[in-house]
């Protein structure tokens, strides 16, 4: 299985419960995603002007934290 992130992937991180997948890089939003399908659950606009280079989830995995 694949998914396809739009732009150049700058990072990827698994949620703590190895649940979710979240995917940033060279573009305002933050593309989630299922970890067992691959399929889109929710794209995040972050307002990051441009670039999310940092992502990680809270410990129980109901947050995310970006950077950019």
């Known amino acids: 299985k694949s998914y396809s992130f739009p ?6 991180v698994f ?9 940033g890089g060279a573009q305002d939003a933050v593309d989630i995603i299922n970890a067992t399908t691959f399929g889109l659950i929710r ?3 972050t ?3 441009g ?6 989830f809270k410990y129980d995995s109901t947050m995310l934290l970006t950077c950019g």
């Open 51 to 56: 670039l999310v280079y940092d992502l990680d």
């Open 15 to 23: 949620s703590k419960n190895q649940e979710l997948i979240a995917i």
């Open 43 to 45: 794209t995040i606009n």
């Open 7 to 12: 732009v150049e992937v700058w990072e990827a």
């Open 47 to 49: 307002a990051h002007g």
